[in-house]
Nanobody, 115 residues
Framework: QVQLVESGGGLVQAGGSLRLSCTAS????????IAWYRQAPEKQREFVAV???????NYADSVKGRFTISRDNAKNTVSLQMNSLKPEDTAVYYC?????????WGRGTQVTVSS
């Protein structure tokens, strides 16, 4: 069974930075894409960024140029470096992967950006 654990959230002022980490269990890590999503209060969960097994990346337009996703296969970890944070980035951030036709999610980590 796949387990994903997020960490690194917190409270930061606008313009600041945070680095989130997602640690995955099992040997699936190196062959699967890992994505970050976020969900703000009373809003739908939205895509933030993904890194594929090839290392290629995609970002939501709202975070391009500010967020960077990376992976360390040896540590089974995907990181999301978030710079120039804005109050609208406030949300619970989740990592996600798909394996065997199932979608797996972590429990999330709260990011709060004050103005």
């Amino acid at each position: 069974q796949v387990q994903l654990v997020e960490s690194g959230g917190g409270l930061v002022q606008a313009g600041g930075s945070l680095r989130l980490s997602c640690t995955a269990s099992g040997s699936i890590f190196s062959v699967n894409g890992i994505a970050w999503y976020r969900q703000a209060p009373e809003k739908q969960r939205e895509f933030v960024a993904v890194i594929h097994s090839s290392g290629s990346t995609n970002y939501a337009d709202s975070v391009k140029g500010r967020f960077t996703i990376s992976r360390d296969n040896a540590k089974n970890t995907v990181s999301l470096q978030m710079n120039s944070l804005k109050p609208e980035d406030t949300a619970v951030y989740y990592c996600n992967t798909n394996e065997g036709g199932l979608s797996y999610w972590g429990r999330g980590t709260q990011v709060t950006v004050s103005s």
